[in-house]
C-alpha cells in the first residue's frame, strides 16, 4: 500500500506505512553552515527567498545533508505579501518591516487579488524543480501563512510582542479587520492552489500568530479564515493533504479540528497522549517534540523521539518539532534526530 | 461571613462573596502617568522597587487611583536574588541582566541561603505599611518568581526567546539544575513566609516561564519545584492563600492544580469553561481576560468581563487579566475594567 507515493505523503493521506516519516519545521536556515555560507554570500533574505536558483539550493541543503522524508520550500510566509501590494524588507535578527503598514480602510480596498502565477512564479519553478529532482524519494512540502497572521504581521508593522495594534483593530473596527482577512484567505487559498498545482504533495498552514488569540476570538478572526483557506483548496485538491500548524496551540486543538484540514501540527505544550484523546481520530498528528531538545545530547534526543513516538502508535504520525528548529542547534543534534527517527518501526 | 475580612481574602479562602473581587497583575506600572513621571525622577528600577518609600508609593498608585480589591507589593521577581549572591541590572526596554549568569557546579555551591530579613528588609517594610494604611480596604498581595522562572534566568543571563542554555543544562546535566531549583525553592519559600509576616495577606507565585517546558519535562523542572515553594509555606501559614499564575498555561492546568496551590491564575489563551472542567472543584481561578481587550473601547471591555464572569459562576473566581496589563493601555480602560468589575453580582 502506498509503495508508489513518497513515504510521508502516505502517511499523510492515511495509508499504512512502516515507520513515522521524518522532517523538521525551518530545517534549511540558520543552524546550517551552508546555509551561513550562502547567507554571506546573499545577505537578502528576500533575494535568497525570491531568487528561485536560490531558494532551490536551500531548499535541498538539508535534504543532501539528512535525507528526510519531506522536502518544504525555502520562501517565507510574507512572500506572497507583494504581490497584493505591500511591500516589505527582512531585516537580520529584527525580522520583518511592512513598508507601509495597513490600518485603514483605503488602503484595504486597493490591495490587489494575489495572481500566483503572475507575481509567485518563482515559487512555481522551485516547486516543479523540487518535485522533479526529488524524485519521490521525499515529499515535497509548500507552505503558507494563515490570514490572522498575516493580518497582524501587516497592521503590526513588524513583528509584535503585544498585538496591541491588531487586538485594536479587531476589538474597535472588526469589520475592517474581516475584509482584510477575507481578503488574505482569498489570496492565499489560491496561492496554495498554484503551489499545489506547480508540485506540493503535501501543504502546510502557519497560523503563527492565532495562539495569541483568546478562544472565543480565535473562534472570530482566525478560525473561520483558515477553514476558508482550505475550502478553497479542498474545492480542487481535495486529495492533497493539508497541515495545520499553530504556536501556542494547547488552548484551541479542538477548534483546529474544525476547520477541515487533515492534520495537526503541534507544538511542544501539550502532552501529545491527551491531544490525541482531545483530537478526532481520523485527523493525523505530526510534531510535539520540544526543539529545545536539540540542546541536549544524543541520549536524550532519542528519549524524547521514542516517548513522543510510543503516543501515538494507533495515530496517523508524522515525527517533527514543535516549532521551527532554532539557531544555534548543533548541525549534529539534527542528524540524530533524523537518524533516529528513521529507525522507529510499527 | 467573612464581613471582616477584606473581599479579594474573603473569596481566596472560599467564604461566600456577593460579586468577585478584582485586581490587575502589574497594576502598577508604565501605562499610568502618574508612574511613568516618577520614573523620571528616578530612572533606576532597582532604585524603585528597593527604595521602601519610592516601592510603597508606586504600589499605592493604583488603589488610590481604582480602588482594587488587591493592593500588590511592587517589586520584581528577581529581587530576592543579590541576598543569594546574585547581582542584576534592570536595563529600560532591555530588561534584566545577570552580572554573571550562573553556569557550573562551583557558582551553584556558593550561592548563599536567603536570609529574607537581613537581605529584603525592605520589601517587610513596605508590606507592613501596606497592610496597615490599605486598612483591609483592600487585601494585600505579596509575590515571589518560581524556582524554575528564576533559574531560566539567572542561566541564560537575561530575557531570552528560545531558553537554550536552561534547556541545554536540564537535558545534559540535570543534576546541576536540580541543585539549582532547590536552593532556590528553599529560598523562596523562605522569602514568601517573611512577605506573609510582614503583612501580606494572599502570595502569588509566577512561574513565568514554566510554559516553555513540555508537560513531561514541566513534571521535573517546574511542578516538584512549585509544590516545594508552597509546602514551606503552607507548613508555617497553612490558611494564606496562594495563587499560581504560568504564562502559556493551557497544557498543564491539571499539573498546576497538583501543586498545593489554592488558585490558579489563568492566562487568556484557554476557555475558562473549558479550563473550570479540567481543573478540580475546591480549586479557585483567577484571570482569563485577554490584556489585549483593554486596546478595545468600553463596550468590548465590559463585554468580555461579563462572558468570563458568567463561565465562572458556580466558581470561586477573581475577575484579573490573563497577564499583566499591556505598556501603552489607555489608563481610561483600565479604569472602565475596574468600574465594570466591581458591578457584577452573584
Keep these: 500500500m502506498g509503495q508508489d507515493l513518497p513515504l510521508l505523503l502516505s502517511a499523510a493521506l492515511g495509508k499504512k506505512v512502516n515507520r513515522p516519516p521524518v522532517w523538521m519545521m525551518r530545517q534549511a536556515g540558520r543552524y546550517m553552515k551552508i546555509y551561513r555560507d550562502l547567507r554571506e554570500r546573499y545577505p537578502s533574505f528576500r533575494e535568497r527567498s525570491e531568487n528561485p536558483e536560490l531558494s532551490y539550493e536551500i531548499s535541498m541543503q538539508p535534504f543532501h545533508a539528512f535525507k528526510p522524508d519531506g522536502v518544504i520550500l525555502f520562501s517565507d510566509i510574507l512572500t506572497p505579501l507583494p504581490g497584493m501590494g505591500i511591500n516589505f524588507e527582512i531585516i537580520e535578527s529584527k525580522g520583518p518591516i511592512i513598508e507601509d503598514p495597513i ?3 483605503n488602503q484595504i480596498e486597493n490591495l490587489k487579488e494575489l495572481n500566483p502565477s503572475e507575481s509567485l512564479s518563482f515559487v512555481g519553478q522551485v516547486l516543479s524543480s523540487l518535485k ?7 515529499t515535497v512540502l509548500g507552505f503558507v501563512g494563515a ?5 497582524a ?3 503590526e508593522g513588524k513583528s509584535s510582542k503585544n498585538y496591541s495594534l491588531i487586538k485594536s483593530m479587531a476589538f474597535k473596527e472588526p469589520g475592517l479587520l474581516h475584509k482584510l482577512l477575507d481578503h488574505f484567505a482569498k489570496s492565499i487559498g489560491e496561492y496554495l492552489k498554484y503551489q499545489i498545482k506547480s508540485g506540493a504533495q503535501v501543504v502546510q498552514i502557519f497560523d503563527s500568530w492565532a495562539g495569541q488569540l483568546s478562544p472565543e ?3 472570530i478572526f482566525a478560525g473561520p479564515y483558515q477553514k476558508k483557506v482550505v475550502d478553497i483548496v479542498k474545492a480542487e485538491h481535495p486529495e492533497t493533504p493539508v497541515i495545520l500548524y499553530i504556536s501556542g496551540s494547547a488552548g484551541v486543538i479542538e477548534r483546529m479540528a474544525k476547520t477541515g484540514i487533515d492534520i495537526i501540527s503541534l507544538d511542544w505544550t501539550v502532552d501529545i497522549e491527551e491531544a490525541c484523546k482531545r483530537i478526532p481520530s481520523g485527523i493525523g498528528i505530526q510534531g510535539n517534540v520540544d526543539p529545545g531538545i536539540l ?16 503516543k501515538t502508535k494507533d495515530r496517523k504520525y508524522i515525527l517533527n518539532l ?11 543534534n539534527a542528524q540524530t534526530f533524523f537518524e533516529h527517527g528513521k529507525k522507529l518501526t510499527y
Design 147 to 151: 490570514p490572522w497572521t498575516l493580518a
Design 103 to 105: 490600518r485603514n480602510l
Design 153 to 155: 504581521y501587516v497592521v
Design 322 to 332: 514543535g516549532h521551527g528548529i532554532l539557531p544555534g542547534t548543533p548541525e549534529e
Design 217 to 219: 476570538d480565535y473562534d
Design 132 to 138: 522533479k529532482d526529488v524524485n519521490n524519494e521525499a
Design 295 to 310: 540542546f541536549g545530547n544524543k541520549e536524550s534526543i532519542k528519549e524524547r523521539i521514542d516517548n513522543t513516538f510510543n
